[in-house]
Structures are given as structure tokens and as C-alpha cells.
């Protein structure tokens, strides 16, 4: 079965700075997806970005990004320039390539974006 | 267009009583999913749907079960209630089934057993 481990539960990142929340899984498949999600107040989960595990590139998308380390099974998101927006619940999440749509989530990180 | 809709947003049950849950999917998507929330488990995978089928079930007693529609709104009912079954629940749905869409989740539904 699949893992997903977030090991900071909480962060905290001023405005305008950088934050990189921590991601890590364990798997004896080839071939995955990784997304990271955000969930704010309002309950609903947001895509922020997604990886395919064949790529080598990490996936970028405006002011975030992520470091995929495949071989240490690892995808840590990084925020640039923090807004206050950005405060939220963030959830890393797993497919392998043969589940369907069935996601495996990590337990969360409560990122606290502060004026 | 329209985002996921689930319906009802709040919902207050009595233990051993029934309930029965909605996810209206984007239009045009196909596949739905079911996540449980707890504070306690975090997000778990329930079941999901595509094209009327039951593709994928995750490790949940038979009380919780589900249907999807031929528009592809899917039901989810959960019987005999528990306490334990407090949780948020939320639908996702996607285009396909797999492959690397993101999934677009609903607002959930608040569930409270007591």
C-alpha cells in the first residue's frame, strides 16, 4: 500500500517571503501522479499542482513549485512571494498509474501566511 | 461552468438512522469519487464511480455504500449510523477515470452523528 507522510504538521512564512512544505511517500510503483492541494476555511480542496512521475521536470505553475526527487521519494511544494491568500490546510496526494482516480493523501500541513 | 455541487452542505443525524448524500460533477465529467474526513483519519478514499459503475472501493464497512447516476451524479448512503461517522464528506470528479487531470473536489457535506 501507498504512503504519504507530511511531517510539519504547521508553518508559518511573512507575506511576500518563501515558504517549502515537506512531502515524502513510499511506493514500489514505476509509474504516479503527485498533486498538492490546498483546503481554505470554505472546505473546498483546490488544485495547486500536479507531477507526473515520468517527467523529470519539476512542475511549475506561477508562484509555486515543487522539488520531485523520485529515487528519495520525495515532493516538496515551494511558495514564492507568500499572500495572505495562501493560508490554507495543503495536502500532498498520491495515484499510482493503475487506481483509477483514488487519491492517498498525507495528513496536511496548516500553512499560516502572516501581514 | 458550474463547479461540483454537494448537497446538503450541513447535515445533523441521529445515531442509527440513514442518510443519504449528493455530488453533482462538473459537466462533461464522468468519474466521481468519495473521500471521508475526520480529524482523527484525515482523508480517506470511499469509493469511486465511472460510467454508472463502481471502479474502485476503499476499506469501509458495507454500511457505506454509493450509485451513480446515468448523468453522472452520484449518491453516496451511509445506514445504521455511528458516531464514528462524523466526518466531511467530499465528492471529486474528473473527465476521465486515472490519468493526470486534477480532480475537481465539491464543497462537502458536514455530517454530524449524534
Known amino acids: 500500500a501507498q504512503t504519504v507522510t507530511q511531517s510539519q504538521p504547521e508553518m508559518s512564512v511573512q507575506e511576500a517571503e518563501t515558504v517549502t512544505l515537506s512531502c515524502t511517500y513510499d511506493?514500489?510503483?514505476?509509474?504516479?501522479?503527485l498533486f498538492w492541494y490546498k483546503q481554505p476555511p470554505s472546505r473546498q480542496m483546490i488544485l495547486v499542482i500536479r507531477?507526473?512521475?515520468?517527467?523529470?521536470q519539476n512542475a511549475t505553475e506561477n508562484r509555486f513549485s515543487v522539488n520531485f526527487q523520485k529515487a528519495a521519494k520525495s515532493f516538496s511544494l515551494k511558495i514564492s512571494d507568500s499572500q495572505l491568500g495562501d493560508t490554507a490546510m495543503y495536502f500532498c496526494a498520491f495515484r499510482k498509474e493503475t487506481s483509477g482516480s483514488r487519491l492517498t493523501f498525507g495528513e496536511g500541513t496548516q500553512l499560516t501566511v502572516n501581514p | 461552468k458550474a463547479g461540483v455541487t454537494q448537497t446538503p452542505r450541513y447535515l445533523i443525524k441521529t445515531r442509527g438512522q440513514q442518510v443519504t448524500l449528493s455530488c453533482s460533477p462538473i459537466?462533461?465529467?464522468?468519474?466521481v469519487s468519495w473521500y471521508q474526513q475526520t480529524p482523527g483519519q484525515g482523508l480517506q478514499f470511499l469509493f469511486e464511480y465511472f460510467s454508472e459503475t463502481q471502479r474502485n472501493k476503499g476499506n469501509f464497512p458495507g454500511r457505506f455504500s454509493g450509485r451513480q447516476f446515468s448523468n453522472s451524479r452520484s449518491e453516496m448512503n451511509v445506514s445504521t449510523l455511528e458516531l464514528g461517522d462524523s466526518a466531511l464528506y467530499l465528492c471529486?470528479?474528473?473527465?476521465?477515470?486515472?490519468?493526470?487531470?486534477?480532480?475537481?473536489f465539491g464543497s462537502g457535506t458536514r455530517l454530524t452523528v449524534v
Open positions: 459537466s462533461g465529467h464522468r468519474s
Open positions: 471529486a470528479s474528473s473527465q476521465h477515470q486515472g490519468g493526470n487531470s486534477g480532480y475537481t
Open positions: 507531477q507526473e512521475a515520468y517527467k523529470q
Open positions: 511506493t514500489s510503483e514505476n509509474n504516479y501522479y
